[in-house]
């Protein structure tokens, strides 16, 4: 029997998962080094490897007798640093002998590898001082050798850096050549044509693979593609456990502190050798794209044409990677966990994730919190302001009512119920327009502020119909530059959708996100031709008023409280929205259940960690003691963001139990730290709640033990003043 239909007969059994499998499941009919090409694609394979076999483990419990970081003289064991660099070439040679059969190219392999064993010693700034480049290769060896110091921090960034130099170089041909697999079109990239999953033909593949080869070589780092070469013959090694015996090497033994592994002493180093190539990698890719899809502009000011391309990719299809998104995605990362230790404890730049959830990601770049933040200077904490809305304040129990939705499979212990309010549209608008007003005049006496507006308006969940955020828009546009809100976030009701498969009408509840622009105002200008407009992310989970909630809330004279009742909303295609303002701060937001009912989207928002997360409600009081502030502080603890609850004030008014006195509580806050969180009265008379927030730039650390290098903002109450626009009508 053949290597390969030993290999088929395991893998049809089930009987073990091999490095080669989870390349060809990122890129299927695709080759394995495609993904040394560009940066997110190979941290999303040694996150994919990582994450099936919880090796990052590693980097806090190693095996028995070993310690994390790696020892130098076990980083020159995996790069094939010897004295005459033998191990090196015998490791390279297999990799690219393998990489011409696979691409069917032809290229000068003896060349080619010392040329790129002049390169590792380059990288890493030990430059020969001699035109043979010995005396440089023989400094490297001796750091290496010298065990007394630690270098892999120091190594994995310079490597890092060094690719991020050279993908800065790229050209949109040659991107266009390792982007080929994610849509139709004539150009991958910038073609409108809708993304269809199919790959683009090429008319002469043959020229395409050599070319692929030549850009691998020169835009990947010598030494990355040493550890890449190392890596590669060992996971293609068909006899990786005995010689005499025909067995690929298992992905789940690169946990290699599992007891069972432990009493072989020879395999446990060797398994302890590939882990730590890995997770090298794994860093070395995350500092290469240090502040994509972050930072508008790099440090030092210049152009990144590689960072250029892939924010494309991901304000176009939610990831920096070219692999389908359905199969993986790489996104920007603002907070790292401090608790625990997972996949996300050890990057710092960028989150992988696999799921069926659309990921949609935007950036404001022209307004005027976009603006306050830029130009505040470093040694100061900038702040922001939010103004709380927590319209309707007045609930009517006429506003609920049981509906009709078809022939539903359901049974008669269930039922759907809709909230749909009766009132003057214009005057609820005037109404809030008021509140807006004095918030502005609140903030007009403020001398560190720059101008004498909202930057971020919050409404909660169903506050608004369709019509009236349109009327609220133009209203907003109506006003000055430097009084408009940069950013609103509502939860608006919109009209029911036929559905003639099961003969269901339903409405949508769904949060807007929209930011200012000083050209467009609020208008569509960053939705593409989709079905649904990207400042759009619909409800994930219906709510359930059940016997108990029904009283709670004064319903039961129009919902029998016997019955469970279903909220007649449509579930859509789950999205997650991000929200950049500026290179500072990113943004997202939940509706209600969304919060609690954590699958599929909480471990997406976790590798993200956004510095603000909204979540607006129609709830009770926001109390320390209710599901709301549970589920805010589990991502307040992991991974640091600082979340908001709100509910509207008509709602709460309404909640009874005999268990409290009646509450004022519209909002909760929770941010990292120790700190408590912190309820938000609406006080009697008040309407609005503005918040003041300070930024506070921190370096954070990831479980490898690297430091971040820009920092990471985080967001921090530091005032609450209640908004009166009528002192004499109390709410």
Sequence with gaps: MSNEDYKQQQRSQGRFITAIDLA??????????????????????????????GAYQVVV???????????????????????????????????????????????????????????????LEFKPKTGDGKEGQEQLRTLLENDDRDIWIEFVQKVGDNWNAMLAKITEHDFSLINDGELTGDNPLFSETIYTGKRKSFED???????????????????????WAYFYNEVNNPHFYQPDKVKFMRTSDLLCNQDGLQQNEDLKN?????????????????????????KEKDKDGKTNKAKELAEKLLFRKGSLSTINPERGRVMPKRHNPGLGITLRSISSNLGFHRSSVEVVWRRASENNLVKKLRDAKDNEHSTISILLLPFPLSIKTKDFKAVERGALPMSGNYGFFAYEPLYNSNENIEDILKVIEKANEELAGNEREDSSCVDILVFPESSLGEEEVGILESKLANLTNSSSPSIYIAGVREGSVNSSKSKA????????????????????????????????????????????????????RVLYPEKLWWESAKVSKRRVSFLNVGDKITVSHLICEDLARQDPISDLIRHVGPSLVVTILMDGPQ???????????????????????????GLVKRWTTPYKEMSRVVALWSEGGNTMPRELELAQGAKGILLTLSVELRNEKTADGRQ????????????????????????
């Excluded at 593949?205 to 550890?227: D, F, M, W």
């Excluded at 569509?524 to 009283?551: A, C």
């Excluded at 109390?623 to 004030?649: E, M, Q």
């Excluded at 820009?710 to 009166?724: A, E, F, M, R």
Aim: net charge positive; aromatic share 12%.
């Design 61 to 123: 419990s190693p095996p028995r007798d070993k310690r994390w970081f790696p020892k130098n003289s076990e980083i020159k064991l995996w790069l094939g640093i010897d004295n005459d660099y033998q191990q090196m070439r015998k490791n390279l040679t297999f990799w690219l002998e393998n990489a011409k059969t696979e691409w069917g190219v032809k290229i000068d392999t003896e060349n080619e590898i010392e040329s790129l064993i002049l390169r590792v010693v380059e990288t």
């Design 24 to 53: 060809e499941r990122l890129l299927p009919d695709l080759k394995m080094n495609e993904l040394l090409m560009w940066a997110p694609d190979l941290f999303a394979f040694t996150s994919y490897i990582l994450s099936l076999t």
């Design 505 to 556: 009408n339903f409405s949508r509840n769904v949060v807007y996100c929209k930011y200012f622009d000083k050209k467009t105002k609020y208008g569509n200008f960053d939705s593409e031709s989709s079905e649904t407009p990207k400042y759009k992310q619909y409800k994930h989970h219906r709510w359930q008023l059940n016997n108990s909630q029904i009283r709670q809330y004064g319903l039961s």
């Design 205 to 227: 593949t043959k020229k395409r693979n050599e070319e692929l080869l030549k850009i691998l070589l020169k835009y990947t780092p010598g030494v990355l593609i040493a550890c």
């Design 623 to 649: 109390l320390r003691d209710r599901w709301s502030s549970r589920y805010a502080t589990v991502l307040s603890d992991d991974p640091g963001s600082s979340v908001i609850t709100l509910t509207s004030f």
């Design 270 to 294: 060797r398994l302890w050798y590939i882990t730590q190539a890995l997770i090298t990698m794994h860093a070395i890719a995350d500092i290469a794209c240090t502040g994509w899809g972050i």
């Design 708 to 731: 971040e290098r820009y920092g990471t903002n985080s967001l921090k109450l530091v005032d609450v003043i209640q908004i009166y626009p009528d002192k004499d009508k109390p709410a």
